[in-house]
């Protein structure tokens, strides 16, 4: 009789997934609390779990944005940077591109560098690409540089060599030496040794940032969770969509700084379609990513702290980390948004958050500015009775105070034309983001299915879409928890990665593999471990590469790199080719409880207090019969606001929009022109106009 959790922990709410062993679902969601994620935790577990024993939770799979907000916030601890003579001020130095807002700043800064010139350290020493040493190790100056490293009260460096992925052996000495006197030294041929001094310092640099901030949380979470009785292992989702222990994810924290996010794409992932474009609106922020033939696409390089360029990351703008991540493009814009008037007399909605303290005006917890989550209140698309699955009821009074006050007052137009142009940039900026991962890649979404969750995405997605000419928009079940739902359909799996140009590929996947099982704690070969093997391939010559599948024909490899060049590039291009990194994941396959063959899933129970999803699914029926429950919303196509049905997944058959289909903790909004009918996995399908 056991017990699956997945959690998730967002900049407003937290999402609690529970499937027992008979495929019944549970959900909670709360208010995330920032001064300690595990309060609101603990808060949804135990909302979710009811009456049952929480000791027969067996599993608990944990998304968490903590690492990338210690690095946003700086709330990281004091590194110490050590590497070879001569590029002390690499760091310092730093990469900064500018982006739209910064280009004609004449008092521009760039933002300061991951670690302070007066905290980065050199020693002798000299390894060249092919791992030759030309200038032993001066372990001496290694020992004063450590002297003085504890001087200062850094407990924590990080050793970062010149070509120490093609030999390790200096940086495993100086952390030796190091240890003596400085408690935590983390080094790059064991975070993540691979070429590109810059990027592999960068992110040798975000490990030991981050790492001991992580390590006491998951110590304190783990506490929590005995506290109330829950003694499962507790695992944590990575960026790039694999899952890993507790004691990993402390020890690799880099690994985890998209963790929250990639989640949810594991979720539209699952839903059946093979060409997907995910569409994941939270109350913070909306993120979309591109997946072809079931699979999303992965990028080994991602800049964490940097500034958004129309929807995607600008390269140069953070610090880079070279890990793996699902490839995703995020915007500011969510629920908490704040809508506001620049001093143009401009309407802006984000990238600043309301967040969960105090959040939207509509929650009646403090804040008054209004925010995507109170235009839509306003609208009639949200209602005001009942919200975020029971845990809270919108006052509606408070929500068209604000509008009036903060924006139609100013603008001096109608509160429903204000509130309906704070939906529509949300939209844009959103479709930003799709622009991003589509039409900027040579992408046509046209021939994508859009996937839709998060607590507001199913009230945009018919429009964004609509943008793009994608005809048809899934909401799975459970779409409001859509990313901790997710988690429970990864697999417990790590990577390891190489570089190591002319090396004996057998050797070397020999090698990474055995690295990976052992962080895993698992034997090759056994039932349920496989091994993925991948290389980065580039022209002879050229100095950036593509990942590829590994193949041990040359040729086979070669023509693999030849179609994803294209792919990427769109140009039919063949020459002398050579292998730069080798890589694999090893993963240990486990029974997945949101996909594995069981019985029909039962409608989810939802938290105490909430609006019940209804009973049995209804015979077909027309559009109608299908509800008696109307109320107003807006859709400016039609003059303004009117009446219109208001359904449930239960009641819900197939009905011509507009309408709206409420979830226990999600609101889908169907517009003119489409049509939602209910698929026999329970997810919502709308299509435009005659889309199949």
């Known amino acids: 009789m056991s017990h699956s959790i997945g959690v998730d922990v ?3 709410f937290t999402d609690v997934v529970l499937r027992g062993p008979d495929g019944e679902i549970s959900v909670a969601k709360c208010l995330s609390t920032h001064d ?6 603990v808060t949804g577990i135990t909302t979710a779990l009811g009456h049952r024993d929480p000791s027969l939770v067996t599993r608990v799979v944990h998304a968490t944005t903590l690492a990338t907000n210690a690095v946003l916030e700086r709330r990281g601890v004091r590194v110490a940077y050590v590497t070879t003579r001569g590029f002390r001020s690499a760091i310092p130095l730093g990469r900064y591109a500018r982006v739209e807002e910064d280009r004609y700043d004449l008092r521009f800064d760039p933002p300061a560098p991951p670690v302070a010139a007066g905290d980065c350290f050199e020693v002798p020493e000299r390894v060249n690409d092919r791992g030759e040493v030309l200038e032993p190790l001066d372990e001496a100056a290694v020992a004063r540089v450590g002297e003085e490293i504890a001087r200062r009260g850094v407990t924590t460096a990080a050793v970062c060599l010149l070509h120490s992925y093609a030999n390790p052996s200096h940086e495993r000495r100086v952390a030796e030496i190091l240890r003596r006197v400085v408690p935590t030294v983390v080094i790059s041929s064991e975070v993540w040794p691979e070429l590109r001094e810059y990027e592999r310092a960068t992110t040798t640099i975000m490990s030991a940032y981050v ?13 929590r969770l005995a506290g109330i009785g829950i003694t499962a292992p507790v695992h ?3 960026s790039g969509g694999g899952v890993m222990s507790a004691e990993l994810a402390a020890r690799r924290a880099v690994a985890t700084i998209e963790s929250g996010p990639a989640a949810g794409v594991l979720a539209a992932a699952a839903s059946g379609h093979p060409d997907v474009i995910s569409f994941d609106m939270g109350g913070t922020t909306a993120k979309t990513c591109v997946i ?3 699979e999303p696409e992965i990028t080994h390089e991602f800049h964490v702290g940097g500034k958004g360029s129309f929807g995607g990351r600008r390269a140069g703008t953070g610090v880079p980390v070279k890990t793996p991540a699902i490839d995703l493009a995020e915007v500011g814009a969510g629920g908490g948004s704040i809508a506001w008037v620049d001093p143009a007399g401009t309407l802006r909605a984000g990238p600043r958050s309301a967040g969960s303290e105090p959040g939207p005006a509509c929650y009646g917890l403090g804040g008054d500015e209004p925010t995507v989550t109170d235009a839509n209140l306003v609208l009639g698309y949200l209602d005001a009775a009942s919200f975020a699955a029971g845990t809270m009821s919108l006052s509606l009074d408070l929500a068209e105070k604000a509008v009036d006050r903060r924006l139609a007052g100013p603008l001096g137009v109608s509160r429903a034309e204000a509130a309906h142009a704070v939906h529509e940039i949300a939209n844009a900026s959103m479709g930003s983001a799709v622009h991003v991962v589509t039409v900027q890649r040579g992408i046509d979404p046209r021939g994508f299915v859009m996937v839709a969750f998060g607590g507001a995405g199913p009230m945009h997605a018919a429009r964004v879409a609509s943008r793009f000419g994608i005809s048809t928009v899934v909401v799975p079940a459970h779409c409001g928890v859509g990313s901790a739902a997710g988690l429970l359909a990864g697999d417990l799996s790590t990577d390891r990665v190489l570089s190591a140009p002319g090396a004996d590929p057998v050797r070397v996947f020999a090698i990474l593999a055995e690295a990976a099982a052992a962080d895993l704690n698992v034997t090759l070969g056994s039932p349920g471990v496989s091994v993925t093997r991948s290389a980065d391939v580039r022209f002879t010559g050229q100095a950036h590469d593509l990942t590829v599948r590994w193949s041990d024909s040359p ?3 070669a023509d693999r790199f030849f179609a994803r060049y294209r792919q990427v590039y769109g140009i039919e291009q063949r020459g002398p080719t050579e292998v730069v990194s080798y890589r694999v994941r ?19 129970r939802a938290s105490p207090g ?3 999803p209804g009973g049995p699914r209804p015979e077909a029926h027309g559009a109608s019969d299908v509800s008696e429950v109307r109320r107003a919303a807006y859709f400016p196509e039609l003059g303004g606001y009117v009446q219109v049905p208001v359904l449930t997944r239960a009641t819900l058959r197939e009905t011509e929009g507009p309408a709206i289909v409420e979830d226990t903790e999600a609101t889908i909004v169907v517009p003119p022109g489409w049509t939602a009918r209910l698929a026999d996995d329970m997810a919502v399908i709308l299509t435009e106009g005659g889309a199949p």
């Open 10 to 12: 967002g900049g407003t």
């Open 36 to 41: 300690d994620p595990a309060d609101g935790i």
């Open 211 to 223: 790492g001991p901030v992580m390590a006491g949380y998951l110590r304190r979470l783990t506490a």
């Open 236 to 238: 944590v989702m990575d």
């Open 292 to 294: 072809r033939n079931g």
């Open 555 to 557: 040729a086979e490899l």
């Open 586 to 604: 090893v993963t240990q396959t486990s029974r997945h409880p949101l996909t594995d063959a069981a019985p029909a899933p039962a409608p989810p």
């Open 610 to 612: 909430a609006r019940e």
